[in-house]
C-alpha cells in the first residue's frame, strides 16, 4: 500500500523533469512546471512574447519574454519545502511504530530502514536492484516509481492504461468502468513501450536533424571562411592601392623637390656670373692703374709717352662706362618671388601641388640634321629621350639637350615604344613593327599588322601593350611583346596622325585629332574633349599620370604648355606664350624626361623646358 508520502510525492512532480518541482511557475491555463522546463520550452518557441503550455497547448503571454516574471504556484512550493524536509518511514516494516526510513527502492517502490535494507539485499530475487539514499530521493534527483497505487483500490497497482481515458487503471477498475464501448485499454508495460518506441523514433529524428544541421554549419563555415578571404582580399586591395598611391606621391615629391634644386642651381649660377663679371671688372680697373702708376716713376718720354698716354685714355674710357645695372639680380630675385607652391585642393587627384609663377624658360634648343623632320618621340630608359626622325633614325638625348647616341641610321622611323625591360618597339614608314633588345639589336618577332600604310602613331603602355594607329582606317590595334596577330581592335572616330597616350589607371587612350585633345574608353568611345579656339594641340601622360597639353599657335610661332589631370581638368599653366621657329609643315610632338624636364619638337627642332 503505498505511504502518504509516496502518493504526496508523485503529486509533487513536475510533468515534464518528471522530478519534484523545483521553482514552480504556474501559467493562465492552471497547469504547473519547474522553472527551468518552461525555460527551456520558451528558448525552442519562435515566439518570445507567449509560452504554450505543453499539456492544453493554451498561450500565456510571457512578460517581457522573461520565464522569471510568470506566477510562482506558492501552495505547490510550500509543499515541496515541506515534502523535502519531512523525512518518510519505512514501508517495508509490519510494526505500527514505524521505524524512519534511510533509503529507497525504485524497483520495488519501497522506503527502507537500515534492519529492512540489510535484508532486502540478501534476499535474491530483488538482489539486483539498486537501492539509493532517502536524501536523493527527497531533493528530486531520483523519481518515484512510476507504477502507481490504484487511489480507490490502494492494494493494486495501475497495471493497465486507458488510451482514451489517457490514463493508468488497476485490473479491477478496468474491468468496472474501462470495459464499455470506447475503451481502449491495454497493458501498462505495452503503452510504456509504445511511448519507448516513439522515443526512439524521435531520437533517431534528432539524430538525423543534427546531421543535416551539422552539415549546414559546415557548409556556413566555408561561406564564411570565402568571405573573410574575399574580405582579406579586399584589404590586401586597399593596401597595395595605398602602397602605389604612396609611390606616385613619393615620385611627385621628389620631382617638386629636384625643380626647386635645379631652379635653385640655376638662379644660384646666374648670379654667380654675375659676380665673377663684377670681380673681373674690378682686378681690369686694378692692373690699368698699376701700370698708370708706373709712370710717375721716371719723366716719360717718346714712345713711353705714347704708351701712358693710351693706358690712362683707356682707363678714363674704363672709368667712364655706367656703373653696373643691379636690374639683373633684382630681376632673377623677382623671378623667384613669383614662384609659389599651391597645394592641390582635389583630394581625388594624386598631386602634391603646382608651382605657380615660374615662367618656364627654356633649358635647351636644339636644332636638328638638315634634310629630316621629328617624326615622333618617346621617353627612353636611363632618362634619355628618343627622337625618332623621318630619315636618319633614332637620336637620343640627355634631359640638358646633349645628342648621346644616334641608332638606327637607316630606317625611316614612324613610331617608338619602350618595353618595362628596356626593350624597344618600333614602326617604320613601310608599316613594319619590330622589337629591339636594350642594345638595339633587332630581335626575331613578327607582328601582323593591316596592309594600310596611311599611319597613325605606336604607343606602349605600362602593361607592355603595344597600341598601333591607322588614322585613315580610324582603327588602333592592340599588341603584345609576343608579336603575331593583334590581341584587340579599336575603332577610334576621327583619330589622327599624332601620339596616343596609353592612360594606365584608367584604361583610357590620350589622343590628339588636330585642334582637340580626346579622351577615350578602354572600348575606344569618346569621354571628353578639350579644345582651344585657333591653337594646335599636342598631348602627352607624364609618370605621375597626369596629362600635359602643348597648346599652338601656329601663325604666330607661339606654344603655351598647360597640365590637366587625369580626367582632364585644368590644374596650371607650365610655359605661356613662347616663341618657337616655324616651318610649313604643322607638325608637333610633345613628351616629358623621367627626370621631369618637358620636351617639345616641332618638326626640325627640339625644345627642353625646366
Known amino acids: 500500500m503505498a505511504t502518504f508520502h509516496q502518493i504526496i510525492s508523485q503529486n509533487l512532480e513536475c510533468p515534464i523533469c518528471l522530478t519534484l518541482y523545483n521553482q514552480p511557475k504556474s501559467l493562465t491555463c492552471s497547469h504547473t512546471f519547474c522553472k527551468d522546463c518552461l525555460q527551456r520550452i520558451s528558448q525552442t518557441q519562435s515566439d518570445k512574447k507567449t509560452i504554450t503550455c505543453p499539456i492544453c497547448r493554451k498561450e500565456t503571454p510571457l512578460p517581457s519574454g522573461d520565464v522569471d516574471k510568470l506566477q510562482t504556484n506558492i501552495p505547490l512550493s510550500s509543499l515541496v519545502d515541506e515534502l523535502k524536509i519531512t523525512r518518510p518511514t519505512c514501508t517495508v516494516c509490519e510494526m505500527d511504530d514505524k521505524s524512519p526510513a534511510v533509503c529507497y527502492c525504485p524497483d520495488c517502490g519501497k522506503y527502507m530502514c537500515k534492519s529492512c535494507e540489510n535484508g532486502h539485499s540478501l534476499w535474491k530475487p530483488v538482489s539486483n536492484h539498486e537501492v539509493v539514499p532517502v536524501s536523493e530521493v527527497l531533493s528530486g534527483k531520483v523519481p518515484l516509481n512510476r507504477r502507481r497505487k490504484c487511489k480507490k483500490y490502494p492494494n493494486d497497482e495501475e497495471e493497465f492504461f486507458c488510451t482514451g481515458c489517457r490514463e493508468y487503471v488497476c485490473c479491477k477498475c478496468e474491468m468496472l468502468r474501462h470495459s464499455k464501448a470506447g475503451h481502449d485499454v491495454e497493458e501498462a508495460a505495452i503503452h510504456e513501450e509504445k511511448i519507448m518506441e516513439n522515443i526512439k523514433e524521435l531520437k ?5 536533424k543534427e546531421t543535416t544541421i551539422d552539415n549546414y554549419i559546415a557548409f556556413i563555415k566555408t561561406q564564411r571562411k570565402e568571405i573573410k578571404t574575399m574580405f582579406r582580399k579586399l584589404n590586401e586591395d586597399i593596401d597595395k592601392t595605398y602602397e602605389e598611391y604612396m609611390q606616385l606621391l613619393s615620385h611627385r615629391r621628389e620631382a617638386l623637390k629636384s625643380q626647386v634644386k635645379q631652379w635653385s642651381e640655376n638662379f644660384e649660377k646666374e648670379l654667380e656670373v654675375m659676380e665673377e663679371e663684377s670681380r673681373q ?46 636690374r639683373s639680380p633684382r630681376r632673377a630675385v623677382e623671378r623667384v618671388k613669383k614662384i609659389s607652391f599651391r597645394r592641390h585642393e582635389n583630394v581625388n587627384e594624386l598631386y602634391l601641388g603646382e608651382f605657380e609663377g615660374y615662367p618656364g624658360d627654356v633649358k635647351a634648343d636644339v636644332e636638328l640634321p638638315s634634310k629630316t623632320y621629328i617624326e615622333c618621340i618617346a621617353h627612353a630608359p636611363g632618362g634619355k629621350m628618343a627622337v625618332g626622325l623621318s630619315r636618319g633614325g633614332i637620336h637620343l638625348y640627355s634631359p640638358d639637350g646633349k645628342l648621346q647616341q644616334i641608332v638606327m641610321k637607316d630606317v625611316n622611323v614612324s613610331g617608338i615604344g619602350f618595353l618595362s625591360d628596356g626593350r624597344s618597339v618600333v614602326r617604320d614608314a613601310q608599316n613594319n613593327i619590330c622589337l629591339y633588345t636594350p642594345q638595339w ?46 590581341v584587340k581592335s579599336m575603332k577610334c572616330d576621327g583619330l589622327g596622325r599624332r601620339q596616343s597616350f596609353f592612360y594606365h589607371n584608367t584604361g583610357k587612350l590620350i589622343l590628339t585629332q ?48 598647360d597640365r590637366y589631370t587625369r580626367s582632364l581638368k585644368h590644374v596650371h599653366s607650365l610655359i605661356s606664350d613662347f616663341r618657337i621657329q616655324i616651318l610649313g609643315l604643322v607638325w608637333y610632338c610633345l613628351e616629358e624626361f623621367e627626370s621631369g624636364e618637358i620636351a617639345f619638337c616641332t618638326p626640325d627642332r627640339l625644345y627642353i623646358f625646366y
Open 441 to 486: 639589336e633587332k630581335l626575331d618577332v613578327t607582328f601582323k599588322t593591316i596592309g594600310d600604310r596611311r599611319l597613325g602613331d605606336l604607343t606602349v603602355d605600362r602593361d607592355d601593350n603595344i597600341y598601333v594607329g591607322y588614322y585613315m582606317l580610324e582603327k588602333i590595334l592592340v599588341f603584345t611583346p609576343q608579336g603575331g596577330k593583334p
Open 204 to 208: 533517431k529524428g534528432v539524430k538525423s
Open 281 to 326: 671688372a674690378i682686378n681690369h680697373m686694378n692692373v690699368m692703374e698699376e701700370m698708370v702708376t708706373n709712370g710717375m716713376k721716371v719723366p716719360l718720354e717718346k714712345d713711353a709717352l705714347f704708351a701712358h698716354d693710351t693706358l690712362c685714355e683707356n682707363l678714363k674710357s674704363f672709368l667712364g662706362r655706367d656703373d653696373a645695372d643691379d
Open 514 to 561: 588636330r585642334s582637340a585633345v580626346v579622351s577615350l574608353d578602354g572600348k575606344g568611345k569618346k569621354e571628353k574633349v578639350l579644345k582651344k579656339e585657333g591653337m594646335r594641340a599636342c598631348t602627352a601622360v607624364c609618370q605621375d599620370d597626369s596629362v600635359i597639353v602643348a597648346w599652338v599657335k601656329h601663325g604666330e610661332g607661339l606654344v603655351s604648355i
